[in-house]
């Protein structure tokens, strides 16, 4: 038996936001999380997105520029500076190591996504359905090539395999959208396997550990819940910014 995660004040969330973002040339330097959609930043809707799903206690990991992260959040969240952002996100993820070993449930979240806030919500509450506590979110339209990270599902319903090159034959799969919710001790699991990358194999990204994690635990530890057809992008590329643009209209508020 593992540890349930209600939907109660007691989850916290820890938001990865330390990176350059080097492939999306940002105007004026400013890191990935400050980019305005709407006249509000990623980190804002963050922010406010969580408040309203009922989460208080926020935790940003920041690095490149971390002082105008910083400025950003204000009292609404805990800053954790990762001084060594330019070396993989695996990095970031130990350095909230202590928010993964709080003995809360935790949800997990890249910054660099713009989402309808009924993502938030279904990765809440998608216990009542019968979703195991240690939840990925899975979107079956996804684009073709080696960028997106791909969530693979055998015929009987199971997630085996968590890459962007995936290595183990599976029924189908959707692209990742990078939020995830872990019950206290696969949260504590996970600060575990990631020292390990982050002693020794720093260039990493976040995802590894999580799929040791996955393809190491037992059948019905971890479920996804498949939120096809609610719109969100993560943002990478120049034109990644144009599509989070477009999407506005259509984000729920």
């Known amino acids: 038996m593992h540890d349930p995660l209600p939907n109660s004040p007691d989850v916290c969330t820890l938001i990865l936001a330390a990176g350059v973002g080097r492939r999306l040339a940002?105007?004026?330097?400013?890191?990935?999380?400050?980019?305005?959609?709407?006249g509000r930043s990623l980190l804002t809707r963050h922010l406010d997105i969580l408040r309203t799903s009922g989460i208080r206690d926020v935790f940003v990991v920041a690095g490149y520029e971390a002082g105008r992260v910083r400025e950003a959040v204000g009292h609404r969240a805990e800053l954790i500076v990762?001084?060594?952002?330019?070396?993989?996100?695996?990095?970031?993820?130990?350095?909230?190591?202590?928010?993964?070993?709080?003995?809360?449930?935790?949800?997990?979240?890249?910054?660099?996504v713009i989402y309808d806030a009924r993502l938030m919500m279904r990765l809440l509450a998608g216990l009542s359905a019968g979703i195991p506590a240690?939840?990925?979110?899975?979107?079956?339209?996804?684009?073709?090539?080696?960028?997106?990270?791909?969530?693979?599902?055998?015929?009987?319903?199971?997630?085996?395999?968590?890459?962007?090159?995936?290595?183990?034959?599976?029924?189908?799969?959707?692209?990742?959208?990078?939020?995830f919710r872990f019950a206290p001790d696969?949260?504590?699991?996970?600060?575990?396997?990631?020292i390990g990358y982050a002693r020794s194999r720093r260039d990493m990204e976040y995802e590894e550990p999580i799929r040791d994690m996955i393809l190491d635990s037992?059948?019905?530890?971890?479920?996804?819940?498949?939120?096809?057809?609610?719109?969100?992008?993560e943002i990478d590329f120049p034109?990644?910014?144009?599509?989070?643009?477009?999407?506005?209209p259509a984000l729920a508020a």
């Open 186 to 194: 696969a949260a504590a699991e996970l600060a575990r396997r990631a």
């Open 26 to 38: 940002a105007e004026n330097g400013r890191p990935k999380c400050l980019l305005e959609f709407g």
């Open 218 to 233: 037992p059948p019905g530890r971890f479920g996804f819940e498949d939120i096809s057809g609610l719109p969100w992008t």
């Open 134 to 179: 240690n939840c990925l979110l899975l979107d079956r339209e996804i684009e073709p090539g080696d960028e997106p990270v791909k969530l693979c599902v055998s015929a009987d319903g199971r997630i085996v395999d968590f890459h962007k090159r995936p290595q183990a034959a599976h029924a189908w799969h959707g692209e990742s959208v990078g939020f």
């Open 239 to 248: 034109e990644d910014v144009a599509k989070a643009r477009a999407l506005l």
């Open 82 to 112: 990762n001084p060594d952002y330019r070396e993989g996100s695996v990095v970031s993820l130990w350095a909230g190591r202590d928010v993964l070993r709080s003995g809360r449930p935790v949800v997990l979240m890249d910054a660099d």
